[in-house]
């Protein structure tokens, strides 16, 4: 490569940044919006309301009921996942899959009842949270592609601090009043900077989470290929056992969850059931994550047909496994408080404001002189700037209006919100290719800030038991989420007014002509001619 | 316990954030409209890594030493943010604001120093 | 900054064959250092392959910075093949070794 160490790093930062920065984006986005998983599924699931904790007879008593819908409807399944009613989501949540290749199958029972309970169909914040990993594309595909984009992330970080010329004397420089470029790179140094560690971390962690896919090298030498081996030498799950092929019916489950709610303190999450049905049929309570940063559940493992207990997994990892663990905390962070996990929103924020402005500063570099005409390379990536960055926050707006508003009983429900979702994001990556790229960007985010608006609105009519409807009664969970959702219309609001005032673009050439004195007091005002030169070298 | 642990870590590092920024001179000029002398900028630059060490001590204190870095960290960004947004906005408020947050972190502390001792 | 200024095919030739190496070279040795360190670190089985995972993509940034940087292209593939070759042959040893 030409040039210096840096001029190459320079390059690098910049073309690794730009192939895959509108990708980047959408992962940054969706997966800092999953931060708040649990909250968005409440908030779209808004018939499910808090109940009081179950005890441990009535929680084996609904276990029982999920055993019972799911031996009717999936007797044929190899296993069923059964997710207990919690007090934020008191309903059994089931899902099997029945062989290999075919979708997944998921019902909802009322765990008093355990007929189906009257619940919108929707997939709430999952949406948001797998798309943040497999970009809604069969799963192989998408989890490549972002491991892919993930590990490139990592490479323009690198070459990112190399290329940085100032990381301590700039670190607190954001110079919003000069010239477009300026503050648009001290916005991208800014927010690549500040939350560096976050960056770095959740980059890393991001890749670890799926690691044994993406690198699967050492268990194929080590454990011929074997994961569930590996998994379980290394205490991360139950030994697995092979079906017998010898038919035995299963043993009731409420007794089993009811001894191992006497066993562990935290709270019991989820049962799996391997292979029922079958002599070797085995049923494993999971338990949620004790406080601490790794994530890694408690479990019970206990024979399906006799009962007994046959594995307690609860913490002991080695080192290396535990590092794992932690990694996979990290990501998710599951451990925040709601100040910390403030926090990583936050950070989260802040990568995306860096993947915004890194690609904007892409084009900005490449402005046509006066007298040219922008290439179509440019005018793409322009109008591909605009379907992202105001896009895909329109269409997760579009998909929290579509929960509202879609009539409940609709036929295929969540399937439509999804399209709703991709709708909204292909017309609004479609109209800026036909406008003006700053009339674009102005209608662009005045159009986010509008839809963030219809949210509240629908959510306060749609709901019966919106907080601001009851005087002093109602989940508060509404009026926190519409709140957020204010807050968004305001900075995007605030954010097209910016473009709106915006003095059109001036060309470089222009600027240096007419260059106008700067105050006196501006403590540095960088005469014209330098400026190119002290302009840093990635952008 | 863990708002007021995180409230001492946000003010103890927008504190000392604030003191290593100006110790540049290039904020010091936007916030006080002069040159750093070379005693301020020393004791400025001092008492930030101080700051931000104790920070950290008194994360790992309050949060354990495996929950203590994140939120240190994640203190600092936050502050980092709060102090480069109003270093652009209103530079003449970062001097009183890390005042201000110095004091917002001493509340807590000195209230665990007082349940501390007998 | 990366100017428009002229570009020379053999430049663009150079960049082509650095992304190639960088990507398919760079996963190469990850994946061969995952492999051996998963069976020559001296840990239980679990704890090395967990170890050996947990480098491989430090590894590879490793490789992608490492083939930007070098001066020459060249440079660059005989660094990459020495590398990828070494590891291959301990691979090869340890998987002899781990079978009679």
Redesign the interface.
């Known amino acids: 490569?030409?040039g210096s160490?840096r001029q190459?790093?320079?390059?690098?930062h910049?073309?690794s940044g730009l192939i895959v920065g509108w990708v980047l984006f959408a992962i940054f986005v969706t997966g800092t919006a999953s931060y708040y998983r649990p909250d968005i599924t409440r908030w779209m699931r808004p018939e499910l309301t808090r109940a009081e904790p179950m005890d441990a007879p009535a929680l084996g008593a609904a276990a029982e009921r999920a055993v019972a819908y799911l031996q009717e409807h999936a007797p044929q399944a190899r296993s069923w996942f059964i997710a207990l009613p919690q007090p934020d989501k008191p309903v059994l949540d089931l899902f099997w899959r029945t062989r290999p290749g075919e979708p997944p199958r998921q019902a909802m029972l009322d765990p008093r009842t355990g007929a189906e309970a009257a619940v919108r169909g929707t997939r709430g914040g999952d949406f948001l949270y797998r798309f943040h990993f497999e970009l809604h594309m069969p799963p192989l595909w998408g989890r490549w592609i972002v491991g892919i984009c993930a590990?490139i992330m990592?490479?323009a970080l690198?070459?990112g601090i190399?290329t940085h010329k100032r990381i301590f004397?700039d670190?607190?420089?954001?110079?919003?009043d000069k010239a477009p470029r300026r503050s648009w790179l001290d916005a991208h140094n800014?927010t690549g900077v500040?939350?560096l560690?976050?960056h770095l971390m959740i980059t890393?962690t991001g890749?670890?989470t799926l690691?044994?896919m993406?690198?699967p090298?050492?268990?194929?030498?080590?454990?011929r290929g074997d994961n569930q081996a590996?998994f379980a030498?290394?205490?991360l799950v139950t030994t697995p056992r092979p079906p017998a092929n010898r038919p035995a019916a299963l043993t009731p489950v409420g007794p089993i969850v009811e001894r191992a709610l006497a066993t562990m303190p935290e709270t019991l999450e989820r049962l799996s059931v391997v292979n029922p049905g079958d002599a070797n049929a085995t049923v494993v309570a999971v338990f949620e994550e004790p406080h601490?940063?790794s994530h890694q559940h408690p479990q019970i493992a206990f024979d399906g047909v006799s009962g007994e207990t046959l594995e307690i997994l609860g913490g002991g990892l080695?080192?290396?496994?535990k590092?794992?663990t932690v990694?996979t905390g990290?990501h998710e962070a599951h451990?925040a408080?709601t100040?910390?996990r403030l926090?990583?929103f936050?950070?989260g924020l802040?990568g995306c404001a860096m993947v915004a402005t890194g690609i904007v500063l892409w084009s900005l570099?490449?402005l046509p002189k006066a007298n040219e005409r922008a290439f179509f390379g440019l005018r793409l990536v322009q109008a591909l700037n605009i379907g992202s960055i105001a896009g895909l926050p329109a269409a997760v707006a579009v998909f929290f209006l579509a929960n509202r508003l879609l009539p409940a009983d609709l036929a295929g429900r969540a399937e439509w919100e999804i399209d709703a979702f991709f709708g909204a994001w292909i017309v609004a990556a479609l109209v800026p290719l036909v406008r003006p790229q700053r009339r674009a960007w102005c209608e662009g985010l005045a159009a986010v800030s509008l839809l963030c608006l219809a949210v509240v609105a629908a959510d306060i009519l749609t709901i019966p038991g919106h907080p601001l409807r009851l005087t002093g009664g109602g989940d508060p969970l509404f009026a926190w989420f519409d709140a957020a959702m204010l807050l968004l219309a305001g900075l995007f609001a605030l954010a097209a007014r910016k473009v709106l005032r915006y003095e059109a673009p001036r060309k470089e050439s222009q600027r240096e002509r007419s260059a106008r004195p700067e105050p006196a007091?501006s403590?540095?005002s960088p005469t014209r001619a330098p400026v190119r030169q002290t302009?840093p070298?990635?952008? | 316990m863990?708002?007021s642990i995180?409230a001492a870590n946000l003010g103890l590092s927008f504190a000392a954030?604030a003191a290593?920024?100006l110790s540049?001179n290039?904020?010091h000029?936007?916030v006080f409209?002069r040159k750093a002398e070379r005693a301020a900028v020393l004791r400025l630059r001092a008492f930030g890594w101080a700051a931000i060490a104790a920070s950290l001590v008194v994360a790992g204190i309050g949060e354990g030493w495996?929950?203590g870095p994140?939120?240190w960290?994640?203190?600092l960004?936050?502050a980092?943010?709060g102090?480069?947004?109003l270093?652009?906005?209103r530079p003449r408020y970062v001097a009183p604001a890390a005042l201000v947050a110095l004091g917002v972190a001493a509340v807590p502390l000195s209230l665990a120093a007082l349940a501390v001792s007998p | 900054?990366?100017s428009?200024a002229r570009i020379t095919p053999a430049?663009r030739a150079?960049?082509a064959g650095?992304i190639v190496l960088a990507a398919g070279g760079g996963y190469g040795v990850?994946?061969?250092a995952?492999?051996f360190?998963?069976?020559v670190l001296p840990?239980?089985?679990?704890?090395?392959?967990?170890?050996?995972?947990?480098l491989?993509?430090?590894v590879?940034?490793g490789i992608?910075?490492l083939v930007?940087?070098l001066?020459t292209l060249l440079r660059a593939t005989v660094a990459v093949a020495g590398l990828a070759g070494l590891l291959g042959l301990g691979?090869w040893l340890a998987?002899r070794g781990l079978a009679p």
Do not use: N
């Open positions: 490569m030409k160490f190459s790093m320079a390059w690098l910049t073309w590990m990592l490479v690198i070459s190399v004397a670190f607190f420089t954001f110079r919003r800014v500040l939350a560690p976050f890393y890749i670890m690691a044994l993406y690198m090298w050492g268990v194929t030498t080590a454990y590996f030498e290394a205490g601490g940063l080695k080192p290396a496994a590092t794992f990694m990290l451990f408080g100040a910390l926090l990583f936050l950070c802040m570099a490449r007091a403590p540095v302009e070298t990635h952008a | 863990t708002p995180l954030l290593l920024c540049l290039r904020h000029a936007e409209d495996a929950f994140v939120q960290i994640g203190a960004t936050g980092a943010l102090l480069v947004l270093l652009s906005y | 900054m990366a428009p430049e150079s960049v650095r990850a994946a061969l995952t492999a360190l998963s069976l840990l239980a089985r679990a704890e090395a392959v967990a170890a050996a995972t947990l491989s993509f430090a590879m940034a992608v910075v930007f940087a001066r691979l998987m």
